[in-house]
């Protein structure tokens, strides 16, 4: 217990851009008693609606653990990612957890995205007490849906992310909304949270069009956009975003409203694809700016050549082959979580699962540094959840340009839960 408070009181300042370095002695564990490498299962969208994401998310994990395991690993022990597809289905992704516990002998669990995928995995995680580190948005995590087990400490939700863009769309944009969004879990998230952030505001959201995520033909929904809408605030995901994308330019013509989207309606799309030249001047919320910035960081350079991104937010391989940017640093950032946590518990095993929640509970400033290329960050360790910068771009020939970021204090709101009083 004591070696637990004083863990808890060391990661209250720790920068994780030099995790090892800074700890106490009793925590670095240079010389490891085991040279088992730790294994960290990756639920991995590869196929199903998230494959898109899926598929960088892989390439930015694999990066990630490179970088690590040729700095000497975690606590000189090797990382081994032990992949399986949960097709991007919530049952799926139980059996999968189920798996990485009981047939792999995982360490920790890691990647999910998309949320519902996320809730109906993360009871087993709980059940399993399996420490269950998911790189999704959804708010299901701050919210106190989910359990101990499960925490988000890479990426920021939705919550955050929408509260924080609210007064640039009304003081820029417009304060008459209509919204269309996926009607899942995530897209429900945008619905409940922008619309309480743009009425705030002094706006209003005139009409809330919920599509099937699935869905592959949209036009049918758009005449229900009332005729006064001032923003059209739009994300979508899946396969067929190309086309929901190309279908709304198509249904308005020469004329729009001004248009707010989430990136989500772009991920591993190409903005200069034909039939999105009507994408000029909207503007669209980005977690990592896809485009290099002229003011690019020394960290996003570092991340962008590791993961194999060039100034496009293309593979450098294949400038055709368009990376989720927004959301994939998540990836990179939590494994470096994972890493700074296990070194601060002396992990040694699943005996210090719960000892590796505590550890990572107790974290608070994640400064911008290579661990940490999308920008500083601020751990709650009651509500499991990590806060951030948030970007918008707008579209200009071609490019997305970064034209505001908002401070990590714009995207805090008040705790919902404390996960540190249950039981582990």
């Given at each position: 217990m004591t070696n637990a408070t004083t863990r808890r009181g060391a990661l209250k300042t720790l920068g994780l851009g030099a995790a090892a370095a800074s700890l106490p002695l009793w925590a670095r564990y240079t010389n490891a008693q085991t040279s088992e490498p730790v294994k960290i299962g990756f639920q991995v969208h590869r196929t199903g609606i998230g494959a898109a994401y899926g598929r960088w998310y892989d390439r930015t994990t694999q990066a990630a653990v490179k970088l690590i395991n040729d700095g000497g690993g975690i606590n000189g022990r090797m990382i081994e990612i032990m992949a399986e597809d949960d097709g991007t289905d919530p049952k799926r992704g139980a059996e999968v957890v189920e798996k990485f516990a009981n047939q792999h002998g995982c360490d920790v669990g890691f990647g999910t995205l998309f949320s519902h995928v996320v809730i109906g995995s993360s009871p087993r995680a709980g059940e399993l007490k399996l420490p269950y580190f998911v790189v999704s948005e959804g708010h299901h995590v701050a919210s106190g849906m989910l359990n101990r087990y499960t925490l988000q400490p890479g990426i920021t939700d939705v919550k955050s992310q929408v509260q924080a863009m609210a007064p640039y769309v009304a003081d820029n944009l417009g304060k008459k909304v209509t919204m269309i969004f996926p009607d899942f879990a995530f897209g429900h998230d945008h619905r409940d949270y922008f619309s309480a952030a743009i009425e705030a505001q002094g706006g209003e959201v005139l009409e809330k069009i919920a599509i099937p995520p699935s869905e592959t033909s949209f036009t049918k929904y758009f005449?229900?956009?009332?005729?006064?809408?001032?923003?059209?605030?739009?994300?979508?995901?899946?396969?067929?975003?190309?086309?929901?994308?190309?279908?709304?330019?198509?249904?308005?013509?020469?004329?729009?409203?001004?248009?707010?989207?989430?990136?989500?309606?772009?991920?591993?799309?190409?903005?200069?694809?034909?039939?999105?030249?009507?994408?000029?001047?909207?503007?669209?919320?980005?977690?990592?700016?896809?485009?290099?910035?002229?003011?690019?960081?020394?960290?996003?350079?570092?991340?962008?050549?590791?993961?194999?991104?060039?100034?496009?937010?293309?593979?450098?391989?294949?400038?055709?082959?368009?990376?989720?940017?927004?959301?994939?640093?998540?990836?990179?950032?939590?494994?470096?979580?994972?890493?700074?946590?296990?070194?601060?518990?002396?992990?040694?095993?699943?005996?210090?699962?719960?000892?590796?929640?505590?550890?990572?509970?107790?974290?608070?400033?994640?400064?911008?540094?290579?661990?940490?290329?999308?920008?500083?960050?601020?751990?709650?360790?009651?509500?499991?959840?990590?806060?951030?910068?948030?970007?918008?771009s707008r579209v200009e020939a071609g490019r997305l340009v970064k034209v505001h970021t908002t401070s990590i204090e714009d995207t805090l709101y008040p705790d919902e839960v404390d996960y540190t009083t249950q039981a582990f």
């Open positions: 005449p229900k956009i009332p005729r006064d809408t001032e923003v059209l605030y739009h994300v979508m995901v899946g396969p067929a975003v190309l086309t929901f994308v190309k279908e709304l330019g198509e249904f308005f013509g020469p004329s729009r409203p001004e248009m707010f989207g989430f990136i989500d309606s772009l991920e591993a799309v190409d903005i200069a694809s034909p039939g999105l030249e009507y994408l000029e001047g909207t503007y669209f919320w980005e977690g990592n700016p896809r485009n290099a910035q002229p003011d690019q960081s020394e960290h996003d350079k570092f991340y962008r050549a590791a993961v194999g991104v060039d100034d496009n937010g293309a593979s450098v391989s294949d400038p055709t082959d368009v990376s989720t940017y927004a959301h994939m640093f998540g990836c990179w950032e939590t494994l470096h979580v994972i890493k700074a946590g296990m070194e601060a518990a002396g992990y040694q095993g699943p005996g210090d699962r719960a000892t590796l929640i505590e550890a990572v509970e107790a974290m608070t400033d994640m400064p911008h540094s290579q661990a940490h290329p999308q920008g500083a960050k601020i751990f709650n360790g009651k509500t499991h959840q990590v806060f951030g910068h948030q970007y918008i």
